[in-house]
């Protein structure tokens, strides 16, 4: 019984701390998930506005599953929305998805990033903008 008890604690002291940093990197993945669903959505949405005429707009409900900011960037004359996903290890995560066209936020054709709270819906109005300097983009307003 003595000895049982003795491989039960050196077992139980070796897997629990195994079983935890699982545990860990399920929820990251899980975080990393719910962000790209987040992404794809609104770029599924900036396609098929991008792909209307001008002027064109779509609204959406937008499932917000982490504190984060949306971004826009260009990399080799390709488009990416993106966010960063805290991970359990205070480390982050780049998630991004590309889009066919330049994105701004909040209607403003400057702005390429929008700060968002986690929250159950945002009801997002996606439209093609004109800017000041006659570039035209998409646009993304979370309200």
Same mark, same amino acid.
């Given at each position: =019984?003595?000895?049982?008890?003795?491989?039960?604690?050196? +077992?139980?002291?070796?897997?629990?701390?195994?079983?935890?940093?699982?545990?860990?990197?399920?929820?990251?993945?899980?975080?990393?998930?719910?962000?790209?669903? =987040? +992404?794809?959505?609104?770029?599924?949405?900036?396609? =098929?506005?991008?792909?209307?005429?001008?002027?064109? =707009?779509?609204?959406?409900?937008?499932?917000?599953?982490?504190?984060?900011?949306?971004?826009?960037?260009?990399?080799?004359?390709?488009?990416?929305?993106?966010?960063?996903? +805290? +991970?359990?290890?205070?480390?982050?995560?780049?998630?991004?998805?590309?889009?066919?066209?330049?994105?701004?936020?909040?209607?403003?054709?400057?702005?390429?990033?929008?700060?968002?709270?986690?929250?159950?819906?945002?009801?997002?109005?996606?439209?093609?903008?004109?800017?000041?300097?006659?570039?035209?983009?998409?646009?993304?307003?979370?309200?």
């Amino acid at each position: =019984m003595l000895i049982f008890f003795i491989v039960l604690i050196i +077992l139980s002291t070796i897997s629990v701390p195994l079983v935890s940093d699982e545990i860990n990197n399920v929820n990251d993945v899980a975080s990393s998930v719910k962000a790209k669903n =987040m +992404l794809v959505n609104i770029a599924g949405t900036v396609n =098929m506005v991008y792909s209307s005429d001008y002027g064109s =707009m779509r609204t959406i409900s937008v499932d917000c599953p982490i504190k984060s900011r949306v971004y826009y960037k260009s990399i080799s004359n390709k488009h990416y929305i993106y966010t960063y996903v +805290l +991970l359990s290890d205070n480390s982050t995560k780049e998630v991004r998805v590309q889009v066919p066209c330049k994105v701004s936020f909040n209607n403003n054709p400057s702005y390429y990033y929008s700060y968002l709270n986690k929250r159950w819906y945002y009801n997002t109005e996606v439209k093609w903008i004109n800017s000041s300097n006659g570039y035209d983009s998409v646009n993304v307003y979370f309200k």
